[in-house]
Protein backbone atom coordinates (compact mmCIF):
# COMPACT_ATOMS: atom_id res chain seq x y z
CA UNK A 1 0.00 0.00 0.00
CA UNK A 2 0.83 3.10 -0.90
CA UNK A 3 2.74 5.23 2.24
CA UNK A 4 2.30 9.06 2.34
CA UNK A 5 4.26 11.52 4.89
CA UNK A 6 1.56 12.50 7.08
CA UNK A 7 2.94 14.57 9.12
CA UNK A 8 6.29 15.97 7.41
CA UNK A 9 9.10 14.53 8.49
CA UNK A 10 7.50 13.11 11.42
CA UNK A 11 4.96 10.37 10.57
CA UNK A 12 5.21 8.59 7.94
CA UNK A 13 1.81 6.60 7.59
CA UNK A 14 -0.18 4.17 5.18
CA UNK A 15 -2.83 6.04 2.46
CA UNK A 16 -5.71 4.42 4.89
CA UNK A 17 -5.91 4.31 8.37
CA UNK A 18 -7.68 0.92 9.79
CA UNK A 19 -10.95 2.37 12.27
CA UNK A 20 -11.39 0.22 14.98
CA UNK A 21 -14.62 1.54 16.92
CA UNK A 22 -16.19 -1.76 17.17
CA UNK A 23 -13.17 -3.56 17.91
CA UNK A 24 -14.46 -5.74 20.66
CA UNK A 25 -17.97 -4.02 20.37
CA UNK A 26 -20.03 -4.96 17.31
CA UNK A 27 -16.55 -6.75 16.35
CA UNK A 28 -15.44 -9.66 18.02
CA UNK A 29 -11.67 -10.11 19.44
CA UNK A 30 -10.78 -12.86 17.09
CA UNK A 31 -12.50 -11.03 13.70
CA UNK A 32 -10.53 -7.93 15.19
CA UNK A 33 -7.26 -9.67 15.44
CA UNK A 34 -7.71 -11.05 11.72
CA UNK A 35 -8.29 -7.81 10.24
CA UNK A 36 -5.35 -6.18 11.86
CA UNK A 37 -3.07 -8.85 10.76
CA UNK A 38 -4.82 -8.97 7.07
CA UNK A 39 -4.32 -4.91 7.18
CA UNK A 40 -0.38 -5.41 8.33
CA UNK A 41 -0.30 -8.01 5.78
CA UNK A 42 -1.26 -5.53 3.04
CA UNK A 43 1.22 -2.64 3.81
CA UNK A 44 -1.19 -1.30 6.33
CA UNK A 45 0.31 0.56 9.29
CA UNK A 46 -2.32 3.70 10.27
CA UNK A 47 -5.05 2.57 12.92
CA UNK A 48 -7.45 4.88 14.57
CA UNK A 49 -9.23 4.22 18.32
CA UNK A 50 -10.54 6.33 21.15
CA UNK A 51 -11.05 5.84 25.01
CA UNK A 52 -14.37 6.29 24.56
CA UNK A 53 -14.85 3.76 21.87
CA UNK A 54 -17.26 0.49 23.60
CA UNK A 55 -18.55 2.63 25.99
CA UNK A 56 -21.72 2.05 24.03
CA UNK A 57 -21.99 -1.81 25.01
CA UNK A 58 -22.36 -0.91 28.74
CA UNK A 59 -19.23 -2.42 29.84
CA UNK A 60 -17.58 1.21 30.20
CA UNK A 61 -14.84 2.87 27.85
CA UNK A 62 -11.70 0.83 26.06
CA UNK A 63 -13.22 -1.70 24.04
CA UNK A 64 -11.71 -0.73 21.23
CA UNK A 65 -8.10 0.42 22.55
CA UNK A 66 -8.41 -2.95 24.95
CA UNK A 67 -8.46 -5.24 22.10
CA UNK A 68 -5.79 -3.85 20.61
CA UNK A 69 -3.90 -3.93 23.63
CA UNK A 70 -4.52 -7.58 23.30
CA UNK A 71 -3.49 -8.22 20.05
CA UNK A 72 0.04 -5.95 20.83
CA UNK A 73 0.92 -8.57 23.54
CA UNK A 74 -0.33 -11.86 21.19
CA UNK A 75 1.41 -10.63 18.37
CA UNK A 76 4.56 -8.31 18.96
CA UNK A 77 3.83 -6.08 16.34
CA UNK A 78 2.87 -2.53 17.75
CA UNK A 79 6.14 -1.82 15.95
CA UNK A 80 4.35 -1.96 12.76
CA UNK A 81 1.55 0.65 13.37
CA UNK A 82 1.14 3.73 14.17
CA UNK A 83 -1.66 4.50 16.51
CA UNK A 84 -3.85 7.42 16.86
CA UNK A 85 -6.36 7.63 19.49
CA UNK A 86 -8.84 10.15 21.12
CA UNK A 87 -9.14 11.39 24.74
CA UNK A 88 -11.23 14.33 26.38
CA UNK A 89 -14.52 12.95 25.56
CA UNK A 90 -16.96 13.65 27.86
CA UNK A 91 -18.36 10.66 29.90
CA UNK A 92 -20.85 8.55 27.75
CA UNK A 93 -24.27 9.76 28.64
CA UNK A 94 -22.61 13.14 29.28
CA UNK A 95 -21.84 16.25 27.60
CA UNK A 96 -19.90 17.59 30.56
CA UNK A 97 -16.69 18.88 28.90
CA UNK A 98 -12.93 16.65 30.19
CA UNK A 99 -10.28 18.73 29.12
CA UNK A 100 -8.95 19.67 32.16
CA UNK A 101 -5.03 18.15 32.33
CA UNK A 102 -6.06 15.87 35.40
CA UNK A 103 -8.47 14.32 33.06
CA UNK A 104 -6.37 14.18 29.79
CA UNK A 105 -3.39 12.94 31.80
CA UNK A 106 -5.68 10.36 33.26
CA UNK A 107 -7.10 9.54 29.79
CA UNK A 108 -3.33 8.95 28.48
CA UNK A 109 -2.77 7.27 31.16
CA UNK A 110 -5.88 4.99 30.67
CA UNK A 111 -5.22 4.52 26.71
CA UNK A 112 -1.39 3.48 27.50
CA UNK A 113 -2.64 0.78 29.87
CA UNK A 114 -5.23 -0.74 27.45
CA UNK A 115 -3.19 -0.43 24.54
CA UNK A 116 -0.43 -2.13 25.82
CA UNK A 117 2.05 0.64 24.92
CA UNK A 118 4.63 3.05 26.44
CA UNK A 119 3.71 5.94 24.24
CA UNK A 120 0.85 7.17 21.43
CA UNK A 121 2.16 8.41 17.75
CA UNK A 122 -1.22 10.54 17.07
CA UNK A 123 -3.27 11.42 20.80
CA UNK A 124 -6.50 13.21 19.61
CA UNK A 125 -8.88 15.59 22.13
CA UNK A 126 -12.07 14.12 20.92
CA UNK A 127 -13.99 17.35 21.41
CA UNK A 128 -13.33 20.75 22.39
CA UNK A 129 -14.42 22.95 26.13
CA UNK A 130 -15.09 26.39 24.42
CA UNK A 131 -14.51 27.72 27.60
CA UNK A 132 -11.61 26.47 28.47
CA UNK A 133 -8.48 28.90 27.39
CA UNK A 134 -6.75 27.23 24.90
CA UNK A 135 -3.70 28.17 26.31
CA UNK A 136 -4.43 26.10 29.20
CA UNK A 137 -5.32 22.91 26.89
CA UNK A 138 -2.19 23.25 25.25
CA UNK A 139 -0.01 23.57 27.80
CA UNK A 140 -1.06 20.04 29.38
CA UNK A 141 -0.80 18.17 25.92
CA UNK A 142 2.92 19.95 25.83
CA UNK A 143 3.40 18.38 28.97
CA UNK A 144 2.58 15.53 27.83
CA UNK A 145 4.34 15.33 24.86
CA UNK A 146 7.47 16.59 26.97
CA UNK A 147 7.62 13.42 28.98
CA UNK A 148 7.01 10.55 25.75
CA UNK A 149 3.70 9.39 26.27
CA UNK A 150 2.47 10.98 23.22
CA UNK A 151 4.23 11.92 20.03
CA UNK A 152 1.98 14.23 18.42
CA UNK A 153 -1.35 15.97 19.93
CA UNK A 154 -3.97 17.03 17.49
CA UNK A 155 -7.50 18.02 17.79
CA UNK A 156 -10.77 16.45 16.27
CA UNK A 157 -14.33 17.91 15.71
CA UNK A 158 -12.75 21.52 16.87
CA UNK A 159 -14.48 24.25 15.66
CA UNK A 160 -12.86 26.39 13.06
CA UNK A 161 -12.48 29.34 14.58
CA UNK A 162 -11.26 27.66 17.75
CA UNK A 163 -8.61 25.70 15.47
CA UNK A 164 -7.58 29.16 14.17
CA UNK A 165 -7.36 30.46 17.72
CA UNK A 166 -5.01 27.19 19.29
CA UNK A 167 -2.63 27.39 16.40
CA UNK A 168 -2.08 31.53 17.19
CA UNK A 169 -1.81 30.57 20.58
CA UNK A 170 0.41 28.08 20.11
CA UNK A 171 2.92 29.83 17.91
CA UNK A 172 3.09 32.77 20.60
CA UNK A 173 3.66 30.13 22.99
CA UNK A 174 6.55 28.71 21.65
CA UNK A 175 4.35 25.14 21.09
CA UNK A 176 4.52 22.87 18.27
CA UNK A 177 0.43 23.07 18.15
CA UNK A 178 -2.03 20.84 16.54
CA UNK A 179 -0.12 18.67 14.07
CA UNK A 180 -3.64 17.49 12.63
CA UNK A 181 -7.18 17.16 12.29
CA UNK A 182 -9.66 14.85 12.31
CA UNK A 183 -13.57 15.65 10.97
CA UNK A 184 -16.21 14.24 9.29
CA UNK A 185 -15.15 14.10 5.43
CA UNK A 186 -16.21 12.05 2.66
CA UNK A 187 -17.18 11.92 -1.24
CA UNK A 188 -21.09 12.66 -0.13
CA UNK A 189 -21.40 15.82 -0.11
CA UNK A 190 -22.65 16.79 4.22
CA UNK A 191 -25.50 19.05 5.00
CA UNK A 192 -24.31 20.58 7.74
CA UNK A 193 -27.19 21.42 9.30
CA UNK A 194 -27.94 17.87 9.77
CA UNK A 195 -24.46 17.44 11.60
CA UNK A 196 -24.50 16.87 15.20
CA UNK A 197 -23.62 19.88 17.94
CA UNK A 198 -20.62 18.24 18.53
CA UNK A 199 -19.16 17.44 15.75
CA UNK A 200 -17.63 18.87 12.75
CA UNK A 201 -17.34 18.73 9.08
CA UNK A 202 -15.40 19.14 5.91
CA UNK A 203 -16.39 22.58 4.23
CA UNK A 204 -15.25 25.15 1.77
CA UNK A 205 -13.59 27.23 4.60
CA UNK A 206 -11.93 24.21 6.47
CA UNK A 207 -10.81 23.21 3.65
CA UNK A 208 -9.10 26.64 2.58
CA UNK A 209 -7.71 26.43 6.18
CA UNK A 210 -6.00 22.66 5.76
CA UNK A 211 -4.44 24.16 2.00
CA UNK A 212 -3.19 27.19 3.72
CA UNK A 213 -1.61 25.71 7.11
CA UNK A 214 -0.85 22.32 5.17
CA UNK A 215 -2.56 20.80 8.20
CA UNK A 216 -3.37 17.01 7.76
CA UNK A 217 -6.52 15.50 7.91
CA UNK A 218 -7.90 12.62 9.40
CA UNK A 219 -11.01 11.90 7.63
CA UNK A 220 -13.64 9.33 9.92
CA UNK A 221 -16.83 8.55 8.23
CA UNK A 222 -14.86 8.58 4.95
CA UNK A 223 -17.21 5.94 3.46
CA UNK A 224 -20.55 7.76 4.65
CA UNK A 225 -22.27 5.09 6.75
CA UNK A 226 -22.62 3.12 3.59
CA UNK A 227 -24.73 5.76 2.07
CA UNK A 228 -23.62 4.98 -1.80
CA UNK A 229 -23.67 1.40 -1.63
CA UNK A 230 -27.67 1.13 0.07
CA UNK A 231 -28.81 3.77 -2.36
CA UNK A 232 -27.59 1.83 -5.30
CA UNK A 233 -29.21 -1.08 -3.98
CA UNK A 234 -32.27 0.14 -3.34
CA UNK A 235 -31.68 -0.43 1.07
CA UNK A 236 -33.45 1.34 3.45
CA UNK A 237 -30.72 4.32 4.86
CA UNK A 238 -31.88 5.62 8.36
CA UNK A 239 -33.25 8.76 8.53
CA UNK A 240 -30.40 10.31 9.85
CA UNK A 241 -28.13 9.45 7.27
CA UNK A 242 -30.63 10.82 4.35
CA UNK A 243 -30.34 14.12 6.53
CA UNK A 244 -26.53 13.90 6.63
CA UNK A 245 -25.94 12.97 2.86
CA UNK A 246 -28.92 13.93 0.46
CA UNK A 247 -27.96 17.49 -1.06
CA UNK A 248 -28.48 18.39 -4.39
CA UNK A 249 -24.54 18.00 -4.62
CA UNK A 250 -24.62 14.06 -3.41
CA UNK A 251 -27.68 13.41 -5.90
CA UNK A 252 -25.13 15.46 -8.86
CA UNK A 253 -22.69 12.52 -7.68
CA UNK A 254 -24.77 9.72 -7.78
CA UNK A 255 -25.68 10.02 -11.01
CA UNK A 256 -22.29 10.70 -12.17
CA UNK A 257 -21.34 7.76 -10.37
CA UNK A 258 -24.35 5.40 -11.69
CA UNK A 259 -23.84 6.54 -15.64
CA UNK A 260 -20.45 7.23 -15.69
CA UNK A 261 -18.14 5.10 -13.22
CA UNK A 262 -14.93 3.80 -15.00
CA UNK A 263 -14.41 -0.18 -16.21
CA UNK A 264 -13.30 -1.68 -13.68
CA UNK A 265 -14.05 0.45 -10.79
CA UNK A 266 -16.68 0.48 -7.99
CA UNK A 267 -18.55 3.42 -5.89
CA UNK A 268 -16.00 1.62 -2.93
CA UNK A 269 -12.99 2.74 -4.73
CA UNK A 270 -14.07 5.72 -6.05
CA UNK A 271 -14.42 6.66 -2.17
CA UNK A 272 -11.34 6.10 -1.26
CA UNK A 273 -9.24 7.28 -3.92
CA UNK A 274 -11.26 11.05 -3.25
CA UNK A 275 -8.90 11.58 -1.01
CA UNK A 276 -5.69 11.14 -3.09
CA UNK A 277 -3.67 13.80 -4.27
CA UNK A 278 -5.06 16.42 -1.94
CA UNK A 279 -2.89 20.10 -1.66
CA UNK A 280 -2.55 18.42 2.00
CA UNK A 281 -1.53 15.30 3.63
CA UNK A 282 -5.33 13.29 4.14
CA UNK A 283 -6.18 9.98 5.51
CA UNK A 284 -9.43 8.32 5.04
CA UNK A 285 -10.52 5.91 8.32
CA UNK A 286 -12.71 3.02 7.23
CA UNK A 287 -13.89 0.74 9.87
CA UNK A 288 -15.43 -2.83 8.58
CA UNK A 289 -17.45 -5.59 9.82
CA UNK A 290 -15.71 -8.16 8.27
CA UNK A 291 -12.23 -8.98 6.97
CA UNK A 292 -13.92 -9.36 3.41
CA UNK A 293 -15.04 -5.74 2.96
CA UNK A 294 -11.47 -4.92 4.60
CA UNK A 295 -10.10 -6.74 1.67
CA UNK A 296 -12.47 -4.61 -1.03
CA UNK A 297 -10.75 -1.58 0.44
CA UNK A 298 -7.34 -3.01 0.24
CA UNK A 299 -7.25 -3.74 -3.28
CA UNK A 300 -9.28 -0.35 -3.87
CA UNK A 301 -6.21 1.71 -2.75
CA UNK A 302 -4.19 -0.38 -4.73
CA UNK A 303 -6.38 0.83 -7.95
CA UNK A 304 -4.56 3.70 -10.76
CA UNK A 305 -6.08 6.77 -9.71
CA UNK A 306 -8.71 7.65 -12.30
CA UNK A 307 -7.56 11.38 -13.40
CA UNK A 308 -10.12 12.28 -15.64
CA UNK A 309 -13.07 10.80 -13.64
CA UNK A 310 -12.12 13.07 -10.87
CA UNK A 311 -11.80 15.67 -12.20
CA UNK A 312 -15.17 15.33 -13.13
CA UNK A 313 -16.00 14.35 -9.34
CA UNK A 314 -14.09 17.75 -8.14
CA UNK A 315 -16.37 19.69 -10.57
CA UNK A 316 -18.90 18.75 -8.48
CA UNK A 317 -17.58 18.96 -5.39
CA UNK A 318 -13.96 20.87 -4.70
CA UNK A 319 -13.13 19.46 -1.59
Known amino acids: MEKIEFIPEQMTVSALCLGSGSFGAEVSEADAFRQIDCFLDAGGSFIDTARI ?5 GRGEGLSETTLGHYFMQTGRRHELAISTKGGHPLWGTAKPRLQPRELAEDVKQSLQALKTDYIDLYYLHRDNPELPVEEIL ?18 NWALPRLKEAQAAAQKLGYIGFSANQLMWSLADINQAAVDWDLCAMNAETYTYQQQQQLPVMAYSSLAHGYWVKRQQG ?7 QRL ?14 NELPEGYSVLDISLLYFSRRPFPAVPIAAFRSEE ?7 AMEKPYPE ?6 HSIKPY
Do not use: N
Not at 53 to 57: D, E, L, Q, T
Not at 139 to 156: D, M, N, P
Not at 235 to 241: G, N, R, W
Not at 308 to 313: D, L, P
Open 235 to 241: LPIKETF
Open 245 to 258: YQTPVTDQLYQLLT
Open 293 to 299: QLKQALA
Open 308 to 313: AFMQKI
Open 139 to 156: TALEALRSTGLIRHYACS
Open 53 to 57: YGAWM
